[in-house]
C-alpha cells in the first residue's frame, strides 16, 4: 500500500503574499500578473458564485489596470454577470502582517487575519441574462441591475500549493496557494435577497501567465459536510513545444492537514460538449485504501480565454485568433464512496 505523508503550511508561504505584491501590476518580466480567484457553491440557494481580480500585464509595465469578473448562476437558469477593466484600489493596513484589502470597480477583497478570515464583496452592476443567451454567443451589452453581495469567509483547510512551491514551472503562474473554505452572507439583486451558505476555496498566484501555452484542463474540488473532508484535482495537459509532460496533482484535506496523493480513470474534456457530462474516477485517501468519486454537473458559466490571459463571458468562436480556449467554470454535486458533497468543476478545451 502507498503511504501518503501529512502536508503542513508551505514554508515559503508568508502572511504578505495574502495581499497584492508591493507596487504591483509594476513588474519588469513579460505577461507578469497577479491573479486572485475565488467561488462558493451554495445549494441550499441554488446559487453558484464565481470571483476574478486579475492585473492586466500591459507591454510598457504601466501601473493600474486591473480586471474584474463577478459570475454567478441564479436558480432557473439565469445568471448575473459582470466584468470591468479599473485600476486597483489597495489600501494596506499591515503589510507584513497581511491585513488590508483590494478593489476592483464593483469587487472588494479583505483579509482580517491572514489564512483564517477574509470578507468578499461585490457593490455595483450587472446584466441578468438567461443561460440560452450565454450558450448561443458572448454576452452583450445591455440593461444592468444594481447587486450587492457580501460574503464572511472561514477557512476549512490549512492553506497548500502545487509542486515546486513558489517555483512553480507552469503557463499559468509560478506561484500557486489555496484554501477550502465555508461562506455565509447575502446577494441582493432587483427585489430578490437570497441568503449564500456554502462551500468553496479561494486562490492566490502571481507570475507570468500565458493561456496560449496550456493544453486543455481539468480542475475539480469537492467539500463534504458530513465528515468534513474535502478535496482538489488539478490536471493541465500538455501542450507542445510548451509542455511535454502532464501536471496531475491531486490533495486531499481536512481542517489541520492535507495530503497529497493519486487518482486513476479520469477523463479530461477535449470538445465543448464534453464539459457538461458526469466524471468517475478512483481517488486514493490518506490510509491506503481507494475511494470511488462521482461528479454531476448542476450549473456551467460559459467562458473563454483571450489571448494572452483575459477572460470573455459567454460562448466564444475558436476561429477568432484571439481565442486560446472555451473556458467552463461549473457547479456540481459529488460523491465520495457514496458520501454528497458540493463543489466545481473547471474545464477547458481547445477544440470543437
Not at 40 to 48: E, T
Not at 267 to 278: F, G, H, Q, R
Request: proline letters at 8%; one cysteine or more.
Amino acid at each position: 500500500m502507498p503511504t501518503y505523508p501529512e502536508q503542513d503550511h508551505p514554508a515559503w508561504l508568508i502572511e504578505a503574499h495574502e495581499l497584492p505584491h508591493p507596487g504591483a501590476p509594476v513588474v519588469d518580466e513579460p505577461l507578469w500578473i497577479e491573479n486572485y480567484l475565488d467561488f462558493v457553491n451554495s445549494p441550499g440557494s441554488d446559487v453558484g458564485i464565481y470571483q476574478h481580480l486579475r492585473h492586466v500585464p500591459r507591454p510598457d509595465g504601466s501601473p493600474g489596470l486591473w480586471d474584474e469578473i463577478f459570475y454567478v448562476s441564479l436558480p432557473d437558469d439565469m445568471f448575473l454577470a459582470s466584468r470591468a477593466f479599473a485600476p486597483g484600489r489597495v489600501e494596506v493596513k499591515d503589510a507584513q502582517g497581511g491585513i488590508g484589502s483590494i478593489s476592483v470597480a464593483g469587487l472588494t477583497y479583505e483579509c482580517h487575519e491572514p489564512f483564517t478570515r477574509w470578507t468578499r464583496r461585490f457593490h455595483g452592476g450587472a446584466r441578468l441574462v438567461s443561460g440560452a443567451e450565454l450558450r448561443r454567443g458572448p454576452l452583450e451589452d445591455g440593461l444592468h441591475i444594481p447587486v450587492e453581495m457580501d460574503l464572511n469567509y472561514e477557512f476549512l483547510s490549512p492553506p497548500f500549493d502545487f509542486p515546486g512551491g513558489d517555483d512553480l514551472d507552469q503557463a499559468w503562474g509560478k506561484a500557486h496557494y489555496e484554501q477550502h473554505l465555508h461562506a455565509t452572507g447575502t446577494l441582493k439583486y432587483g427585489n430578490t435577497t437570497l441568503e449564500i451558505d456554502g462551500t468553496g476555496l479561494r486562490d492566490h498566484s502571481w507570475g507570468k501567465r500565458d493561456f496560449a501555452q496550456q493544453g486543455y484542463t481539468t480542475w475539480i474540488i469537492a467539500h463534504f459536510p458530513e465528515s468534513g473532508r474535502s478535496f482538489q484535482l488539478c490536471w493541465v495537459a500538455p501542450k507542445e513545444p510548451y509542455y511535454s509532460e502532464s501536471l496531475m496533482y491531486t490533495t486531499i484535506h481536512d481542517r489541520k492537514s492535507w495530503w497529497i496523493t493519486d487518482c486513476r480513470g479520469i477523463e479530461s474534456a477535449v470538445k465543448l460538449s464534453d464539459t457538461a457530462k458526469p466524471v468517475e474516477f478512483e481517488l486514493d485517501l490518506p490510509d491506503g485504501t481507494t475511494s470511488q468519486v462521482r461528479v454531476e454537473i448542476t450549473k456551467n458559466l460559459r467562458a473563454c480565454w483571450f489571448n494572452p490571459s483575459e477572460f470573455g463571458i459567454g460562448t466564444f468562436n475558436l476561429a477568432n485568433p484571439e481565442v486560446t480556449h472555451h473556458y467552463v467554470p461549473s457547479f456540481a454535486n459529488i460523491w465520495l464512496d457514496g458520501e454528497p458533497g458540493f463543489g466545481y468543476n473547471e474545464r477547458s478545451v481547445e477544440w470543437l
